[in-house]
């Protein structure tokens, strides 16, 4: 998140008129200058903000900039590169954005206000880290950690220490993401700035969940989370948290806890229109019904969770929606619709590639076009200086324009060509998906044509065991593995596993040889 701080008229004429009012002969004059300075930049920026695209943006803001630079004072300086930068990060122009929190820090500097010039490198942390260069989004975090550490100023500290784990947990290095989420928690706890440490718990459960695979663990951080959300009245937050809590009572077979958790955060994502809460809710209601092997309210919640991504041109969310539609439809029996749904997935990582590979060369070609644009400016306002220096720009111009479109044509021989190998492997992807669905076609056709034995569960009644628990034990006793078992019950490994450790106890036995002689079938 930016450090951002609101300009208001009334607060910078206020801190002008504090080190103006000062005994001395000429504050009059002082005072009518600094208000001159301050209706100068008021001005400059309204006219900045009220200007709707890009390119405009850019142009006068490079106008402004050189006019404002020998008429304002440092600190004014730094707050009108400061205001500008979020302007242009609002409308994702990150390099020139960044440029400009660069000058607002040197300004402050200068201004000697050194907390201010500190948030701006934050700033640029912040942009780095959405550029994908993380580790100077990393160095920059870090100095702003130690001057806020050198400065006493925890809570900023902790900020911080937040940003830098959202970094490395977006670079895959989760033990360094936890490291610095546990950090910032500890700090926040001890400054009993109890709201924000929730942000801390989710991120840690994240990291529990999708990194290392427990659960359990996620599943606690996540609760920590939900429970202060909800004591602090934070409706959005706690509806997340809460579709994060049902997912993990789902991992863990706990189906009861999970729908009433998931009816409550779709109560509070419908109540505020948030159409993406309302599809990832969906989504994992889905799940829950397909998990109690009911394919066909699991295929309708999927629909209603597709139709919103589809609103909201979430195109990787209609990538995970369509594979599973397609497994829902398989388990029904529809292979027609399940096959559809697999050429719709298809088609999707075809789209996702060609888009990538689309707003490489978009990025490439805005980056060359917004540095023409401001030379052109500059050619235009220095005309009588630059006739010494046209031959070098030309030169220059055409060697970029070179470099440009090689890259550009090596980006598309790159994306060419992996984009033609993986629409191989799809095509075999799905010939294998279909000589699948032919070779169950067969076997139901041969079940229906011979009759099927139902398992005898009553020599287990008095062990108190489950219809679905036996029914684990006796493929247990077939000698299926776990992920056969699951594939067979349509359900996941973990749930599996946990059928397991429940036949354990209720067995008295500590594996599996020892289970299936407790109930005689093996010797």
């Keep these: 998140m930016l450090f951002i ?184 706890q001890q400054k009993k700035d109890t709201l924000s440490t929730a942000t801390n718990f989710n991120n840690i459960g994240v990291i529990f969940d999708e990194y290392r695979n427990q659960p359990d663990s996620a599943l606690y951080y996540y609760q920590r989370a939900e429970q202060i959300y909800w004591t602090y009245h934070v409706p959005a937050q706690r509806a997340y948290a809460l579709n994060n809590v049902a997912r993990m009572h789902l991992e863990l077979n706990q189906q009861d806890l999970a729908s009433r958790e998931l009816a409550t955060a779709y109560g509070l994502m419908d109540s505020l229109n948030n159409l993406h809460g309302k599809a990832k809710v969906l989504r994992n209601q889905g799940e829950l019904y397909f998990s109690q092997m009911n394919s066909k309210k699991a295929i309708e919640a999927f629909r209603q969770a597709l139709a919103l991504f589809k609103n909201l041109n979430d195109q990787k969310s209609l990538l995970e929606m369509s594979e599973l539609m397609s497994k829902a439809y398989l388990a029904s029996g529809n292979y027609p619709k399940a096959i559809e749904f697999m050429s719709k997935q298809n088609q999707l990582k075809d789209s996702l590639m060609n888009t990538e590979s689309k707003a490489v060369i978009a990025e490439m070609e805005t980056r060359f076009q917004v540095k023409e644009k401001n030379k052109t400016i500059k050619l235009l306002e220095l005309q009588d200086e630059m006739n010494n220096r046209r031959i070098k720009n030309q030169i220059g111009i055409i060697t970029l324009l070179t470099v440009i479109f090689l890259l550009i044509l090596i980006v598309f021989l790159i994306n060419y060509n992996r984009n033609k190998l993986k629409q191989q492997q799809l095509r075999l992807e799905l010939q294998n998906y279909v000589l699948q669905i032919h070779k169950m076609e067969s076997e139901i056709k041969e079940t229906r044509a011979t009759p099927v034995l139902t398992p005898d569960f009553s020599e287990f009644d008095e062990f108190e065991l489950t219809d679905r628990e036996k029914e684990v034990l006796h493929m247990i006793a077939r000698g299926y593995k776990n992920s056969e078992i699951a594939e067979k019950l349509f359900v996941s490994e973990n749930t599996v596993k946990t059928h397991i450790k429940n036949i354990y106890v209720k067995l008295d036995v500590k594996n599996r040889v020892e289970a299936l002689k407790r109930v005689k079938l093996v010797q």
Excluded: W
């Excluded at 004059?29 to 890009?54: A, C, F, H, W």
């Design 5 to 188: 701080r609101p300009l208001t008229a009334l607060i910078l004429i206020g801190l002008l008129s504090f080190f103006g009012c000062r005994p001395s002969p000429s504050s009059h004059e002082i005072d009518k200058l600094q208000s001159t300075q301050v209706t100068t930049l008021e001005n400059s920026l309204t006219q900045l903000k009220s200007i709707g695209d890009q390119d405009s943006l850019v142009m006068l803001a490079s106008l402004e900039s050189e006019k404002l630079d020998e008429l304002l004072s440092d600190s004014l300086l730094a707050l009108y590169y400061q205001q500008t930068g979020l302007m242009l990060y609002a409308k994702s122009i990150y390099d020139l954005s960044e440029e400009y929190f660069l000058k607002s820090q040197h300004f402050y500097e200068n201004a000697g206000l050194p907390s201010a010039a500190i948030r701006m490198l934050a700033n640029r942390a912040v942009l780095n880290e959405l550029k994908g260069n993380y580790k100077e989004a990393i160095d920059m975090y870090l100095k702003a950690a130690y001057f806020f550490s050198d400065q006493d100023d925890s809570l900023s500290l902790a900020h911080v220490y937040t940003n830098i784990a959202v970094v490395y947990e977006e670079m895959g290095v989760p033990g360094k993401a936890l490291e610095y989420n546990k950090s910032a928690l500890f700090i926040r």
